[in-house]
């Protein structure tokens, strides 16, 4: 049995490198361990960026004090130099827009009449009445208001005298202008005194007001116009 006593005594504070073995494990002894760099993270692909929004608009409910009237197809009727219906209820169109005024909310009238958008009092309902919608209404009624006022008269027609009659009848009804002295009167040719008729159409309860004043005067130079 060999001597050891000899021999420096074991060092024991260094910890030992586990037991190993192989081809493999004396390479790895022989050149040491080499940590291998992490692959390489591509770079991500910029995306391209989304288009901006663009917030929806909605019309604001505005109505212009005077409104474009629609064109009418030109229809045979009682006219004068103008031949043509549809440039009278574009001018009563106009002039019924700017005399009554446009009101969204129903609200009562002069004379205490559920009333709503341009003076309308036919198949109201109490609601918001959108400004298209106060123009459409407007536009039919103007039509119909025209087309019953030219049944009962009988003599033809400038168009300044029909917008101005149409929009008479429109302020006081059809029957009631239909019977009225002014139409009696044009119906008769007496063409002054029939649209000097109309100033007698200022009141309501028989009392004069301001503003129904200022309509018929205006209605009345229309009708008394030499010009279409």
């Known amino acids: 049995m060999s001597d ?18 192989g081809f493999g494990s004396w390479l790895s002894r022989l050149f040491g361990r080499r940590t291998l760099p992490p692959p ?7 995306q391209p960026k989304p288009a901006p929004i663009t917030p929806r608009t909605t019309p604001s409910d505005t109505t212009p004090t005077t409104p474009t009237a629609p064109a009418t197809p030109s229809t045979p ?27 969204n909310y129903v609200y009562l009238d002069i ?13 109201i309902e109490n609601r918001y009445y959108p400004a298209q919608e106060c123009l459409a209404m407007l ?17 033809p027609m400038r168009a300044t005298r029909e917008a101005a009659l149409t929009s008479f009848a429109y302020n006081v009804g059809v029957r009631a202008a239909c019977r009225s002295t002014a139409v009696r009167l044009l119906n008769a040719g007496q063409d002054e005194a029939g649209c000097d008729a109309l ?30």
Do not use: H, Q
């Not at 006219?79 to 005399?99: E, Q, S, W, Y």
């Not at 536009?139 to 003599?155: A, H, I, T």
């Open 199 to 228: 100033m007698a159409w200022n009141k309501v309860a028989g009392v004069p007001v301001g503003g129904l004043t200022r309509r018929r005067s205006k209605e009345r130079a229309l009708c008394l116009a030499n010009r279409d």
């Open 111 to 123: 004379g205490g009449v559920p009333t709503v958008c341009y003076g309308e009092t036919k198949g």
């Open 77 to 103: 009727g009682k006219v004068g130099k103008a031949g043509k219906v549809g440039g009278a209820i574009a001018l009563a169109t106009t002039l019924v827009a700017g005399f009554e005024g446009v009101r």
């Open 139 to 155: 536009r039919v009624r103007v039509v119909e208001f025209n087309s019953g006022l030219r049944d009962c008269v009988k003599v």
């Open 40 to 46: 390489a993270t591509p770079a991500p692909t910029p």
């Open 4 to 21: 050891i006593s000899g021999l420096p005594p074991l060092d024991t504070s260094r910890p030992r490198p586990p037991a190993s073995g």
